[in-house]
């Protein structure tokens, strides 16, 4: 279920409705990004979100995601 | 494809299949006695089997198929309410793709739109929305389900609509809680599972609180899960690690989504505009207390149950639904669904009989679709 | 006469001069067909020769947009009837073009999808030489269906279909993956996605000869359109009583169809697809065919995605990146987009 | 895998399970094709003679009600190629059958006019070889269109065609005109009107065969489909450059059909006919080509209705009862009921 | 067929025209001083091209063409509202089939139809209501147009409809009447008509009186004819008759049909629903005093142009008509079809520039299609 | 102007709203008869009409169809 997808913020299109443009391997769909906005939807421009069903709805942490590589990067290890 | 393609590395995955096979050998778990981990979450059987996880696991790790499939879970009575809806004249009834081919008592929809009621197929409540801008003289009902994930979505939309004034759309809400459920499962006295793996797009909402009552209450380890294939690997591992340690936690593999207490913004949007139903039905597993929402009154001129009269806002109840399955045994882990006596039989995906068969994300379904499970069920 | 009209009305369908004058101006100032009675007179010298045989099929074409980044329905109506004429060892002669036209249809379109069809047919050096022309009222079409007929001629000794695979044969496709299929879900607008792809829509009847005279053991050949690739193998498969076994790392497909089905939930193996083959050789000409195909603008993608295996019969299964496998079913009906 | 709906959706376009159990079940079992793979692969001996040619055509069959007295699309799916090969003087083999359908399309329905046409090919002695289906939603197509490519062959030395004709022909017809116009209008149900009518659908092969074979020196001959005799006249006398003068009194006609004219104010010479030719013939061979025509059902009701005249070209004129004529015009759009 | 064929014999057409011959003669019409009768009815126009009696009548009787089709000399203006009405959303436009192809300022209803709007081609103003009874939700408007031969049916529809309390049936009203633009070709200075052929067909609604003025104000005889061949000539016959004799009556040939005073239901309904404009426009004639009839206001919830404030109702006068067409000239005798200009070049029977070729009943038309007249054009 | 044609009425099908079957050469169509119709709706039956759109218009007399062939036939015999 909840199919959800990283996609990156391109540009804000309409900062009244909370829509921006979002990109996935180079395919373009505008979303909702009422759930990941700040005070400065500017800022958005150039992040990553988990988008749903035309929401962003969570903005990815690439430490986080890094951090994770490296724990699996240590299992890779301990099996060496 | 960034955050998603480092999570396919074929040498990782198998660093992760080989500690598992350690841990696994380590508990005891084999074939003759599994540890079952259930997947509560659809995607994530459906990536079990798109990668073939299930193949290259150890064989004491036995994977239970949940019932986080919102639109398997959907029961016939309710299929049978969109439908009516659908064939009202005027209506545009908009639905996720995969909603379309569930079957109701009568029909699908996909049946109905072939019968000539207007059912569009959209990629968001937002298309539903704009649809409805621009067909002033139409109601534009948008078909409302999923979990926590998808609710967000129709009360962001709800609430755009108020704000625009529209007066021509509504949403059939079926939106359902997995919290819920998973109690009822392990409420159950024959339940065998030895842990969870979470879900990560419904926690990216709720957070992994939610959860807690799992570890704590039942003693068993749940790991919420990112959907690529060495996410799974490695919360399968995490939750070995629990039980090889004797824990039982709430753990987070997923952070780069999910927060731990999920997403304010979402939240505040689903409480605004739902409040829980006393009870809803699932497909197979029966009514359960407190596992579904529905619109608030403040927001009733965007609740198609009340514009159209129908399903729970009327009083009444679920028609029973078909005999001679086993979903609720295959969803709750009891049996596999090869086991099943409808399974390639009565039920398959092209005529389903039961909830799994019906969507791809559905254990059967997956099970006939990727597993080849079909040459062993004939 | 010189059409003066600007839009199809009923009046074009019903037998008299205004459709006369559509056929005359339209159509048949475009196609020039050898006759001008209501069928085609033909006699090509390789029709006589002791074993040659005729090969014939037909397809509707059906496509919303009728116009699309690569194509319009015009190429899609010439190409695939001219693939299902050359995967069978065909060289394509002589197509029919018969046209259901929606009321309100516009003459220009018409016109610009016409221009296609004769571009796309001396492409592949093929004539339309009999058409047909029908008006119906709004709402009961879709703006244009047009159905191809296609006749030509399967040289003496040449005998390609599934019955020829053998267990161990390489299984060749011409091109990267579900182009077309991702081009017109894009296309529609209805999902409002947005990407740079366009339609693989390509006639393959040149291919197929370099791909007969690189790999004389050629056992079939089979155009890859509604229901993709998966849906060739599971009947092909079927029909020669193997197994298929993909291997996931080779198949080609482009980042923006990846990005289209990851966002829809969809499995680019059942992407349709209007310019791509997969193709079944002994495994020791297959270099010599993927070379000969990489020859030619259609098959500058050609590659070896997968091998014949002797049992079980009809399964086609997908080597994963990490060893694991799936089936690689036949599709249920459509492919629906998935949200959970 | 047997069909277990009642009604097409859109899954059985989608080039999956459910459209490959749509195919075998309705269509492939009923057919039979000769081949598995999506081209028939065909000889005939005839096409090897010196000189004979190959005869290819095609048309679309869109008629509401789909189901009519007298017939279905099927029917005329069938008798609508196989009569435009067999005016042309080529004996028909080989079908092709495009089938579009409309979302919602009763499986019933669908097969019995998938019978309607195995039924018709069998009488006409041809074979259904290949042929398609596609879905379209609903509200985009009129439940089914059919499409038939028709593939035939003309024997050595014969060539049938409107530029053989001389001044002083006789004009034929094989029986009387527009029951087939008349049937579809009335059983439209819009203008409810009730006759008992049946329309005239019917393969005209075998009557060709008999037409050659009483009158060696046939000119041409033409089936009269969409606009009626009179369309086909005014086309043949153009492409003659001759004259046609008919004689009223002599045009056979139900008087049921001239009623519903009557009624409609319509001039039942552009009633459409499924099942009707006109054949031209020098004089002395008509009296022969009447009497051959007369011995077969389809030709029960044949007669000479006039006859061509050296000037001026492409005028058709019809002499009336009291020794007026009148022009016979290529009809502008299409025929529309009159009321004033 | 009964009361038709009877009138259809050769042996008597023959008798008919050496009588008629023998009566020119006497009377010293010639071709080149040839008696001119005008058929005022675009019926018996399509009747003399239909047998070719054009051809066959003694070269000293020359038929003219009268303005007797409604379809033809329906003003673009009028089209144009047509179009507009069937344009809006909702509307079921309900016609006569020979009304599609009248070409409006913009475009014919065949080409509004073709654009998108819903327009019906029905063989009776009944069908428009049972249309409206079956359909609801939507306003069924029927194009109401014709002489009084065809004003009573629309007359009893809105009626019926009254009755029945239909709120979604509406008629827009172009009904014309006869007498009156025969008064007006009478008047015109240039006029060159010996005497005329009655119209059949209205006359069994209105009757013989009606053209009484014809006799006895202008001394021109006038025959009531009805539509088979023997009836035009004998109706002719007694046209002669009375030139010879120097007498000027109204005459009924078609006495089988047309009663003396005509029908007193039709008449009744007439009066009852409409009532005189002060005016109407004639395509090639201009308009005419009191020569078109209106919707009364007792039932004006039945007619289109209250109910969508459309062209005589608002006002508003019509677009002037195409410029270089020489229809007023045809239809007043003074010239014949291929002496206009236009004739064949600029206006043909699939793009009609003028009235007369719009119908197959119009004299343009007519001379093209039976008459051969294109050679003689091109 | 103004097609119509003589039918015969074989039946009365709505009395109330009184509508008809006319029969045209074996074409069967249901018509109105209000302009026709007297006291006695089913005396209608069996006669002859002229039939206007969907409408019966007037009772054609066959004495007067007979005495306008006579007249005819009048001329004819002055011809021979
Ligand atoms: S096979 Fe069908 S009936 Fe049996 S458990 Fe699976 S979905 Fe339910
Ligand atoms: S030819 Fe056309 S423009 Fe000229 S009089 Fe006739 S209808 Fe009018
Ligand atoms: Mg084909
Ligand atoms: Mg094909
Ligand atoms: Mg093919
Ligand atoms: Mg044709
Ligand atoms: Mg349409
Ligand atoms: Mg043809
Ligand atoms: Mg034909
Ligand atoms: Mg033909
Ligand atoms: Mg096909
Ligand atoms: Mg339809």
């Known amino acids: 279920m909840c199919l959800g997808i990283p996609g990156r913020i391109t540009a804000i299109t309409d900062a009244a409705r909370l829509m921006a443009m979002a990109e996935v391997s180079g395919v373009r769909r ?38 994770t590589l490296d724990q699996m990067a240590l299992s890779r290890e301990s099996l060496a | ?35 079952h981990i259930m997947e509560i979450c659809g995607g994530h059987t459906h990536s079990i089997f798109r990668y073939g996880l299930d193949r290259l696991i150890h064989e004491g790790v036995e994977f239970v198929h949940g019932p986080g499939c919102p639109v398997c879970v959907l029961p016939m009575a309710r299929v049978d309410e969109c439908v009516e809806i659908a064939e009202r004249p005027g209506v545009i009834f908009t639905t996720f793709g995969d909603a379309m081919r569930v079957p109701g008592h009568r029909k699908s929809l996909l049946q109905a739109k072939s019968g000539g009621a207007d059912i569009l197929m959209v990629y968001s409540p937002l298309d539903a929305l704009e649809l409805a801008r621009r067909s002033p003289g139409r109601e534009v009902v948008f078909f409302g389900l999923g ?11 709800i609430q755009q609509a108020a704000r625009e004034g529209l007066t021509n759309f509504s949403v059939f809400c079926n939106h359902i809680t997995v919290p819920e459920p998973i109690k009822a499962l392990l409420d159950d006295p024959d339940m065998v599972l030895d842990g969870f793996i979470g879900p990560g797009h419904v926690s990216m909402v709720i957070g992994t609180h939610p959860y807690d009552f799992i570890a704590r209450d039942y003693g068993k380890p749940i790991v919420v899960a990112g959907f690529e294939p060495t996410d799974l690997l490695q ?71 009340e514009k159209f009269g129908i399903g729970y806002a009327t ?21 596999k669904p090869t086991q099943c006596p409808q399974f390639g039989k009565g039920c398959t995906p092209d005529m389903p009989l039961g909830a799994l068969m019906v969507s791809s994300e559905g254990a059967c379904a997956a099970y006939w679709q990727y597993a080849g499970a079909r040459e062993t069920a004939a | 006469m010189a059409l003066r009209d ?41 029709l006589r020769e002791p074993g040659a045989r005729l090969a014939f099929t037909t397809d509707s ?72 022309t029908k008006v119906v009222e709004r709402g009961k079409g879709d703006g244009l269906f047009i159905t191809t007929a296609g006749v030509g001629v399967i040289p003496p000794g040449l005998d ?14 011409n091109g990267v993956l579900g182009d077309h299929g991702a081009t017109i879900l894009a296309a529609r607008g209805d999902l409002a996605l947005s990407v740079d792809l366009a339609s693989d829509c390509a006639g393959l009847g040149h291919l197929m000869q370099a791909a007969l005279a690189a790999a004389p053991g050629l056992r079939a050949a089979r155009d890859c359109t509604r229901g993709g690739l998966a849906s060739a193998l599971n009947e092909m498969a079927a029909e020669a009583g193997l197994a298929v076994e993909l291997d996931e790392t080779r198949l080609p497909l482009r980042p923006e169809v990846a990005g289209v089905c990851e966002i829809l939930g969809l499995d680019p193996l059942y992407l349709a697809n209007e310019g791509r083959l997969v193709l079944f050789c002994p495994p020791d000409q297959a270099e010599a065919l993927v070379a000969a195909l990489r020859r030619l603008p259609e098959g500058q993608g050609a590659c070896v995605i997968g091998q014949t295996l002797p049992a079980p019969a009809g399964r086609v299964t997908l080597r994963t990146a990490f060893g694991g496998a799936r089936l690689v079913d036949m599709l249920i009906g459509e492919q629906l987009p998935r949200i959970c």
């Open chain 3, 6 to 46: 600007t839009h199809v009305t009923m009046a074009h369908g019903g037998g008299g001069r205004a459709m006369r004058d559509l056929i005359d101006d339209v159509f048949t100032s475009v196609f020039q067909p050898p006759d001008t009675e209501d069928q085609a007179r033909l006699m090509d010298e390789a």
């Open chain 2, 315 to 335: 009083g009444r109840r679920s028609v029973p639904e078909i005999e001679g399955c086993a979903c609720g045994a295959v969803m709750t882990g009891k049996l």
């Open chain 2, 1 to 35: 494809m960034k955050f998603a393609s480092e999570f396919r590395d074929p040498v990782a995955a198998r660093a992760l299949l080989s500690a598992i096979a350690r841990k696994a050998d380590a508990i005891g778990a084999a074939r003759a006695r599994p540890v």
């Open chain 3, 160 to 173: 390609l279909g599934a019955r020829h695979i053998r267990p161990g044969d390489a299984v060749i496709v």
């Open chain 1, 30 to 67: 505008e979303v909702n990004v009422a759930c990941v906005a700040g005070h400065d939807l500017e800022a958005l421009v150039g992040q990553w979100a988990l988008i749903h069903v035309g929401f962003a709805m969570s903005l990815i942490d690439a430490d986080e995601a890094q951090e």
């Open chain 3, 61 to 132: 074409f059906v496509v919303t947009p009728l116009e699309f980044p690569g194509g319009d329905i015009g190429t899609l109506a010439v190409c695939g009837t001219v693939n299902d004429l050359a995967v069978g060892g065909a060289r394509p002669l002589w197509l029919s073009a018969a046209f259901i036209i929606e009321e309100g249809c516009e003459i220009a379109l018409l016109r610009r999808i016409v221009a296609s069809v004769a571009a796309e047919a001396a492409q592949a050096g093929v004539r339309i030489v009999t058409g047909d």
């Open chain 2, 147 to 157: 979990f926590e994930t998808t609710t967000p979505s129709t009360a962001l939309s």
């Open chain 2, 235 to 305: 919360s399968v591992l995490m939750v070995l690690t629990q039980i090889a340690e004797g824990r039982a936690a709430v753990e987070n593999q997923y952070a780069r989504v999910v927060p731990e207490y999920g997403n304010s913004v979402s939240l505040a949007a689903i409480a605004d505009v739902y409040e829980r139903r006393p009870s809803f039905e699932w497909r197979g597993l029966g009514e359960i207390d407190a596992s579904g929402l529905r619109i608030r009154a403040k927001y009733a001129a965007f609740d198609a149950e």
